[in-house]
């Protein structure tokens, strides 16, 4: 069981962070430099119907590998080993994460426009590198240390 949930888990991180690399640096570029959010809109509207599946499968797998690791969820909390540093910090960036989806939703793609579109592109390098950490500190994780 515990080598199909990290199948699942890396397969759904391929999806996030493959598609949020994709979209900062090959969409997002040309939606700036055509000042068009459309661009950015119709990838979102394809993506997300395979993005939020795949982070919700991460989401899953993530907390069943946790308790995995960690079997006593209060030890996730108290960063007394290297395995509790980085799952502290991956719940960490699941909640940068989600503070940045919450607050495009609501604030920034209701209203996107031309004069949006710069503040979208902020949230979207945001969310990219918040991904790509995810996978730093899943690497930690499984090889005892990033270094």
């Known amino acids: 069981m515990y080598r199909a949930l990290v199948v699942a888990h890396l397969l759904g991180a391929s999806i996030w962070v493959?598609?949020?690399?994709?979209?900062?640096?090959?969409?997002?570029?040309?939606?700036?430099?055509?000042?068009?959010?459309?661009i950015v809109r119709d990838f979102e509207a394809g993506?997300?119907?395979?993005?939020?599946?795949?982070?919700?499968v991460q989401v899953v797998t993530g907390?069943?590998?946790?308790?995995?690791?960690?079997?006593?969820v209060g030890t996730w909390f108290a960063g007394a080993t290297p395995q509790a540093r980085f799952v502290l910090a991956k719940l960490g960036c699941l909640?940068?994460?989600?503070?940045?989806?919450?607050?495009a939703r609501l604030?920034?793609?209701?209203?996107l426009d031309e004069t949006t579109l710069r503040p979208?592109?902020?949230h979207i390098?945001?969310?990219?590198?918040v991904a790509i950490a995810f996978v730093v500190l899943g690497v930690g994780i499984r090889t005892g240390g990033l270094f």
């Open 18 to 38: 493959g598609g949020h690399i994709v979209l900062a640096l090959a969409v997002l570029p040309r939606a700036l430099r055509a000042n068009d959010p459309a």
């Open 47 to 56: 993506f997300e119907k395979v993005g939020i599946p795949a982070l919700l």
């Open 63 to 72: 907390l069943w590998l946790a308790q995995h690791w960690l079997p006593d």
């Open 95 to 103: 909640a940068a994460t989600i503070a940045l989806a919450v607050h």
């Open 107 to 111: 604030r920034i793609i209701p209203h």
């Open 120 to 122: 979208l592109a902020w």
């Open 125 to 129: 390098r945001g969310v990219t590198l």
